[in-house]
């Protein structure tokens, strides 16, 4: 993913230096301001051969309405997506310091071998598969039409032009890759620190618990409040760390809210699009009375559907849990606070309220939105496949209604 990204033109950083951080490389910037160019620059050449020689869409003019906005809705959002990057690298390079910054202060609050090995990212490769899956399940509709488009056999110009849209779509979709990638860093980092809050908060109680049963004995005094000043401070610390994570959160869902935005759009109209020509190839009055060969089901297709629309399952119930990780953290933060003690320290009291009062302040600052028009959720998920399936209804009764 990081090799196609640069490919693009949609990522300008090197890999992780020796120090931990990354850097943006001019000529890879320059490489992308190039792509953009380009594209701007074939794209009219290319909606041009498709509209005058792909024999599919120019044998009925519902077809040929339906099936131009695809080609035009890919182009005017890689094109959306490719101004993003090359406009704003260095502000995804900025990101990207400081979320390999928040990494090693983890690593620092982790105390022991054991714990800090648990920072490894094994657990997420089941994404990792599905991710590549539905990339590479994504290209089955352009291997169809090269495969059985007789045009792309005779015509170079049509071959490349069908090549074009594909690399649009490959664009688009690494970079829906990349945002779910960082998606899933993060959520691994909160995911981390919930189980140190969650050990700061059991070893406050149990400090609790054995100063009970010292009670008298001065050394046990001097050593519980050692021991409350110490875990205040893992705590503030912690706070800190969970208050950096959260305004990462918000500016990456800020730098990719056009790409997320363009996404959510793109991905439910194909699934209308491809769903309508199924239906119009197998069922419609009108191709039978064009055609005297029964078509073949498109099996190619149908992988495509699939592959996208899984990866806008992943790219919906990514976001969704990290809402979720964010809840966690309040509902043990509330249980910590209801179960300590009243005669605890001071700092310790006042950390744990700083701490929830971050967080709720957090909550109703930032919303993980595609610009601010709606929250990526799992109730957004299902308001999309109701609009897919309305969508279409309404073009098969439409089809109904001129070809009667």
Known sequence: IYVLSRLLGLMAATMPQANGG??????????????????????????????????????????????????????LSTFIMLYTHTTRQL??????????????????????????????????????CLLTVAIIGSSSHTMFILIHDTMAHSSAAYFASIVFFYGLQLGLQVC??????????????????????????????????????GWGMPQRWRLHAAQQHWLALELW??????????????????????????????????????GFFTYFVHFSRWFPRHNREHPKFNAFGLLYLCSLFLQLV???????????LYCETRRSLRSAALALPTDCSKALRQTLELYGL???????????????????????????????????????????????
């Open 314 to 324: 992943l790219v919906i119930t990514q976001t969704h849990r990290q809402r979720r």
């Open 22 to 75: 990354v850097r943006s490389v001019w000529h890879w910037r320059l490489y992308g301001y190039v792509v953009a160019v380009f594209v701007l620059c074939y794209a009219p050449h290319a909606i041009h051969m498709i509209y005058t020689r792909m024999h599919f869409l120019r044998q009925n003019r519902l077809l040929l309405i339906v099936g131009l906005q695809h080609y035009v809705l890919l182009l």
């Open 176 to 213: 829906l890759a990349l945002y779910l990638l960082a998606l899933l860093l993060i959520s691994h980092l909160l995911h981390h620190c919930n189980l140190q809050l969650n050990r700061i908060l059991r070893d406050a109680l149990h400090t609790h618990r054995t100063h009970l049963a």
């Open 358 to 404: 971050q967080l709720q302040l957090s909550e109703r600052i930032y919303k993980l939105s595609a610009c601010g028009l709606f929250e990526l959720n799992n109730g957004l998920l299902f308001g999309i496949m109701q609009a897919i399936i309305t969508y279409i209804i309404i073009l098969i009764q439409f089809d109904k209604i001129i070809y009667t």
């Open 91 to 128: 502000c995804f390079v900025r990101w990207l310091n400081k979320l390999l910054s928040c990494r090693r202060q983890l690593q620092q609050l982790l105390h022991g071998a054991s714990t800090q090995h648990s920072l490894h990212t094994r657990h997420h490769l089941v994404v990792l």
């Open 237 to 274: 610390r912690l706070w800190r760390l969970h208050g950096r994570l959260w305004r990462l959160s918000h500016q990456l869902c800020a730098l990719h809210s056009v790409q997320l935005l363009v996404f959510v759009l793109f991905a439910p109209f194909e699934c209308v699009i491809h």
